[in-house]
Each structure stands twice: as C-alpha cells, then as structure tokens.
C-alpha cells in the first residue's frame, strides 16, 4: 500500500531579516526535511506590523506585505544553500514586547493551518509559543506534537532584579505549558531546563557556507597559500549576557599572564558603548567592533574563537567557528556538549586553564577537520538526528488493531493522566482567556484576538 505523505507544520517566534537563532534554524529545519523528500513542509512564522518591524529588523528594513517578506527570506536561503525543493512559508500575526525582547504570538496561531493539514507540528521555543495560547489545544489539533527548545530563559532570569524568584515561577509554569501542549520535546543541549517528556539531542546545524569556508580554508593551508595569521576573536550580540561579562573578567583578572594577546570582539547591541569602555581600560590590545556576519572574508584568518559563555543552549558561532576549521575556546558546560567530540575544541573547567588553552592554542595550528566531524556539524545531520529523536520517520499503513479489552468500572494510569491534563489544559486555556490575567502573567495587552491592522495585512478576516 502506498503511504500518505504527511504534512510537517513548523511554528516559530521569530523571521529574517532579524538574525537570531529562532528565525534562521527554524528555516534551515524546513529547508532541509523538504529536501528529504518524505514530508510536505510549511514554516510559520510571524508577521509584524510596520511599526514592531521598526523596533526590530536591522538597516531600518519594512515589509508592506507578507509576500515581500517571504521573498526576501527565499532569497536570503538560496544564496547560501543553493536551489531547495519548495515548502510552503505562512504567517501568524504577532506583536514585539520590548519588555522580554522577544516576537509574541496573537490570538491561536494554531489555525494557520487548516485541520486536513494538522499531522505533526514542530514548535520552536514550544513555552514561548504556549505561555498565552487561547484557543484550540495543540495536541488536539495535531496528530503529534513535537516542541524544540532554544533558549536557557532561566539563565537570563535570574540575571534580573529578584531574578531567583522569577526564575522558579517560570521554572514551573514552563513544565506545564510543555506538558499539556507538547507530545514529545527536545532539548538541544542539558544547559535547557528538564521538562516532560524531554530527550536530549542537538538538533541544529551550520549554514552550509561555513562549511564550504572551512573546505576553501584547510585547501589553502595544505598548498600553503596561505596562514592563520590573525589571533583570537569573539562574535556575538553585544550584550553582557551573551559571554561578555565572563570574557572581560577573565580578561581583566589575567592580564599579566595573557600579555601579548591581541584579540577583536564584534557585536551590536544595547550594551555596545559599556563593552568598548570596559575593553579600552585593559592593558591588553582587545578591540571592538560592530557586528558582522560569521561569514565575512574578515573572519577567514582567525586561528582562535574564545567563547566564554555560558546562557547559549548551543552556541551557533561556536559551530560555525568549528566549521570553518578554527581552534575554539569555550568553557566546559552542558551547552558545550556536542563540541567535546571535536579535536579542535578546548574546554577550561577554571581560569587557570583558561589561560593556559588560549595561550597553546595561538601557537598551534588546527587540526583538518575530517569528513565524519564536518557531517556531524551539517543540516543534513541535524535533519536526520531530527527524524530519529522526534520519531516521525514515515511508515508503511499497517491494519487496524484490535479494540482494547473492556473494563468494567475502571480508569487505566493512562486514561486518568489523560484525564487529568485535559483538566490542567482546561485550566491553562480559560486563564489564557482572561485580559487581566494574561497581562499579570507579561502578555501584550489585547492579544487575544489580531486587530484590523494586522488582519488586512494578512489577507484574514476579521473572525478567522
């Protein structure tokens, strides 16, 4: 018999042209199950008005139109894959909260997808995606539902004002979200908080460039057409929660032992202007720069990548870096646990070793990277970690099984755990409801429903 191809919806918080991890993985994960060839495939992603598209989307770039958006990201995926068989790109109406910096959902984004489509869902940051659901439940919805978590929201919680008891609210509320809306969930790495049914597995990988630089780069040394010459690097959004506070105080407490280091750190962000003031007051020569893409011919020379942070679930730069066949310095931390298989990562567990791998490392060359360790780091790989985790491999239609055994007056462990979440989603779905309440719990004021903007921006009326 032949089998029905399913149809894989993959829901996610954020769109190019914002460069953040949520906007890019979640597009190479439908690029890439499309190219496998068993699945239909449709990413959803959200819309933002002109006024959030301000707020949020670099070089002051707007869209009138959905359309105009979803060419810019085809685009944008083909210049750096080449031609891929074709999935289907929807929007969902959103709204930027300036508050957690971060795109939320408006109204049930469920209903993107029409019901004769509702086979399995993937949603990217599936707590992000549920914290305000109102609406149909996705488990009901969808035959399964598979959520994939990004982000140590925890990490950065407790880094604000009473951030421990934020945190451990939080804790709890994402335990339940995942649990009443989530088959299955995957945690790219054990930095992430455990939640229900959660298995760990990274299933991320590098933009195919950074591979095709690494094989350009490896060439060039072995015909000795070129060197390393340029020493140490860090790359990542400006901000001190993003590995900077670590690297200027290690930077600072071991200036002497780290002297006649030189190293460049790029990155735009809020906190910019205070990571230049505190780099210049160094002894050491660390300049900083505006952010840049990974890609760029400037990174091609480093020989070092020095990491130090630790709120990354899986740090795409470190990946990219290791790609690219560059000596990585990072700390040893759950979030670090795929590199450890990777001969050119150096892991420090304290700050004497930090200074001791950073200052071997810049007088050592880099080991080729072999073709088993560049599979592991390609979309290909994460595609198939993916299917094998998420267990959504097809499978030939078999019979119909047999009814269950009746029991008179009895409730099976299932039933009564199946029972119980419906009662907890129940619970979830009329506080999601609630205006006061949702914008106790941090939810933008009257997003339940779109407003008229948005619903002629996306071609919906005003009750679908």
Request: charged content about 25%.
């Amino acid at each position: 018999m032949a089998r029905k191809q399913q149809h894989v919806a993959i829901f996610t918080t954020a769109s190019l042209p914002w460069m953040t991890g949520t906007a890019v993985n979640p597009l190479f994960r439908a690029a890439y199950l499309a190219k496998a060839g068993d699945w239909e495939v449709t990413l959803v992603v959200p819309w933002l008005s002109k006024g959030d598209q301000e707020l949020v989307y670099p070089n002051k770039m707007k869209f009138s139109l959905p359309a105009e958006q979803e060419s810019y990201v085809r685009l944008w995926l083909e210049e750096r894959t080449g031609p891929l068989p074709k999935f289907d790109i929807k929007f969902y109406p959103g709204k930027f909260s300036t508050e957690k910096r971060s795109i939320l959902p408006v109204g049930d984004i469920s209903q993107t997808i029409s019901d004769d489509k509702a086979d399995i869902a993937v949603l990217e940051e599936p707590e992000h995606l549920t914290w305000y659901h109102h609406g149909r439940r996705w488990k009901s919805k969808f035959q399964k539902v598979i959520g994939v978590v990004h982000t140590n929201y925890l990490e950065y919680v407790k880094r604000e004002k009473n951030g421990y008891i934020s945190a451990f609210i939080l804790k709890h509320i994402n335990s339940w979200v995942t649990d009443i809306y989530c088959h299955k969930v995957i945690r790219l790495s054990a930095a992430t908080q455990d939640v229900p049914r959660s298995v760990i597995c990274n299933v991320h990988g590098v933009n195919p460039k950074f591979i095709e630089i690494g094989k350009l780069k490896h060439q060039q040394l072995c015909q000795r057409e070129q060197t390393l010459f340029k020493g140490a690097y860090y790359i990542g959004k400006m901000v001190w929660s993003k590995g900077y506070t670590e690297l200027l105080h290690l930077l600072h407490k071991h200036q002497m032992e780290l002297s006649g280091l030189k190293m460049e750190l790029y990155g735009s962000g809020e906190d910019a202007d205070e990571v230049k003031a505190s780099a210049e007051r160094l002894s050491l020569d660390i300049r900083v720069y505006p952010g840049h893409d990974h890609g760029d011919s400037i990174f091609h020379d480093y020989k070092v990548f020095i990491n130090p942070s630790t709120t990354d679930v899986v740090c795409t730069t470190t990946a990219e870096a290791l790609a690219m066949g560059k000596i990585v310095i990072c700390a040893n931390h759950p979030s670090n646990e795929f590199f450890k298989r990777f001969p050119n990562c150096h892991m420090y567990s304290t700050e004497k070793e930090f200074v001791r791998l950073t200052m071997k490392a810049l007088g050592e060359e880099p080991i080729p990277l072999s073709d088993d360790l560049r599979h592991e780091l390609s979309w290909e790989a994460a595609t198939e970690r993916f299917v094998r985790v998420a267990d959504i491999a097809p499978t030939m239609p078999v019979g119909q099984q047999p009814p269950a055994s009746p029991h008179f007056m009895r409730i099976s462990p299932d039933e009564l755990q199946k029972n119980m979440e419906e009662a907890s989603a129940f619970f979830h779905n009329t506080i999601s409801g609630i205006e006061t309440a949702r914008c106790v719990f941090g939810a933008i004021p009257n997003t339940l429903q779109p407003d008229e903007q948005q619903c002629k921006e996306l071609g919906w009326n005003l009750q679908g």
